[in-house]
């Protein structure tokens, strides 16, 4: 038989208690996201409301879809969590006592006003210049990368078949299915640009687009070893720094390509601390919308909170 609550058990009463690892994420997380800023770039596009019943806070919406981006809860998933997790619900300013839980069609309908005002690269963009107001960007150099996201390959759906707009692509001996997230970051790591396509884009064809003319030099793989590549950072008087591939036949000046691929690999494994904190911190691993242009809007809102979560430190001493 279960035994009665006590009151040591009401979190806000309890001295028994140790601190997790994901009340200190939201803590930091609640500290370091420009609420105010956000929430004035979103509320030209909110609902106003009318006489009948008042729509959500709008604040309290976005701290709804940011969870759902940091924890990878559906839209029915989030509102069930509301319910259950207390932590959640002090993080988005609920009391059941007066307040009402967004069911999932609210949550639903506030992710589609965002994409549909492109609002995720604005969100974006506020970051950035909120990174750029506290001198955290590196501007001398750019390192490019790309990293493939996997999307479900089965036809067991309505339309049965696959999502026309992603493709596949070989990696090594192993094939996916999926799309491409292609940034530009600097050289701590800091993602500045994003872009995203089909899986089977080559990397180096969306280049240009990750970059601004800002930059003193550029970092890649040898994904990007292409003459083209090497024409347009000739052009823009850009230092190239792009990995060199060993040609077939090439017998000559091997080891210096692999020293010079070296040092480059040591400077340009900061560009994929992104990807890591996307992949492992937030746990995204695979497309969760079909079309590029719903995957494309999470992951420009998931780079924006990598950038936030890579440089909380700074910004809370700050």
Same mark, same amino acid.
């Given at each position: 038989?279960?035994?009665?609550?006590?009151?040591?058990?009401?979190?806000?009463?309890?001295?028994?208690? !140790?601190?997790?690892?994901?009340?200190?994420?939201?803590?930091?997380?609640? #500290?370091?996201?420009?609420?105010?800023?956000?929430?004035?770039?979103?509320?030209?596009?909110?609902?106003? /409301?009318?006489?009948?019943?008042?729509?959500?806070?709008?604040?309290?919406?976005?701290?709804? $879809?940011?969870? =759902?981006?940091?924890?990878?809860?559906?839209?029915?998933?989030?509102?069930?969590?509301?319910?259950?997790?207390?932590?959640?619900?002090?993080?988005? /300013?609920?009391?059941?006592?007066?307040?009402?839980?967004?069911?999932?069609?609210?949550?639903?309908?506030?992710?589609?006003?965002?994409?549909?005002?492109?609002?995720?690269? #604005?969100?974006?963009?506020?970051?950035?210049?909120?990174?750029?107001? !506290? +001198?955290?960007?590196?501007?001398? +150099? !750019?390192?490019? @990368?790309?990293?493939?996201?996997?999307?479900?390959?089965?036809?067991?759906?309505?339309?049965?078949?696959?999502?026309?707009?992603?493709?596949?692509?070989?990696?090594?001996? =192993?094939? *996916?299915?999926?799309?491409?997230?292609?940034?530009?970051?600097?050289?701590?790591?800091?993602?500045?640009?994003? @872009?995203?396509?089909?899986?089977?884009?080559?990397?180096? =064809?969306?280049?240009?687009?990750?970059?601004?003319?800002?930059?003193?030099?550029?970092?890649?793989?040898?994904?990007?070893? *292409?003459?083209?590549? $090497?024409?347009?950072?000739?052009?823009?008087?850009? %230092?190239?720094?792009? #990995?060199?591939?060993?040609?077939?036949?090439?017998?000559?000046?091997?080891?210096?390509?692999?020293?010079?691929?070296?040092?480059?690999? %040591?400077?340009?494994?900061?560009?994929? $601390?992104?990807?890591?904190?996307?992949?492992?911190?937030?746990?995204? =691993?695979?497309?969760?919308?079909? +079309?590029?242009?719903?995957? +494309?809007?999470?992951?420009?809102?998931?780079?924006?909170?990598?950038?936030?979560?890579?440089? %909380?430190?700074?910004?809370?001493? #700050?």
């Amino acid at each position: 038989m279960t035994g009665q609550m006590t009151f040591a058990e009401e979190p806000s009463l309890s001295r028994r208690r !140790k601190q997790t690892k994901r009340e200190r994420f939201l803590a930091e997380m609640d #500290a370091v996201v420009p609420w105010a800023r956000l929430v004035a770039l979103i509320e030209p596009h909110y609902p106003k /409301g009318g006489s009948g019943r008042k729509p959500m806070p709008l604040e309290r919406m976005l701290r709804i $879809h940011f969870l =759902q981006q940091w924890f990878g809860y559906s839209d029915p998933g989030m509102e069930e969590a509301l319910y259950e997790v207390p932590l959640l619900r002090q993080f988005v /300013g609920i009391d059941l006592g007066r307040d009402f839980v967004p069911d999932e069609t609210t949550i639903l309908k506030f992710r589609r006003l965002l994409e549909r005002h492109a609002l995720a690269q #604005a969100i974006f963009a506020e970051v950035q210049a909120v990174l750029r107001e !506290k +001198g955290l960007f590196l501007q001398e +150099g !750019k390192t490019v @990368d790309a990293t493939l996201i996997h999307a479900p390959s089965s036809t067991k759906n309505r339309d049965r078949q696959r999502d026309p707009e992603m493709s596949s692509t070989k990696k090594g001996n =192993q094939w *996916y299915f999926g799309m491409k997230a292609h940034v530009a970051t600097d050289l701590q790591g800091i993602v500045q640009a994003v @872009d995203f396509t089909a899986a089977k884009v080559p990397d180096h =064809q969306r280049l240009e687009g990750l970059l601004t003319g800002e930059e003193s030099v550029v970092l890649a793989d040898r994904g990007y070893d *292409y003459p083209q590549v $090497h024409d347009t950072l000739v052009a823009r008087g850009i %230092r190239n720094a792009v #990995a060199r591939r060993r040609y077939p036949g090439q017998k000559t000046g091997l080891a210096a390509l692999k020293r010079y691929n070296r040092a480059i690999a %040591r400077i340009r494994a900061r560009g994929e $601390h992104a990807f890591r904190v996307l992949k492992c911190q937030f746990g995204y =691993q695979r497309t969760r919308y079909r +079309g590029l242009a719903k995957n +494309g809007a999470q992951l420009t809102t998931l780079f924006a909170l990598a950038n936030l979560y890579m440089l %909380r430190r700074y910004l809370l001493a #700050a």
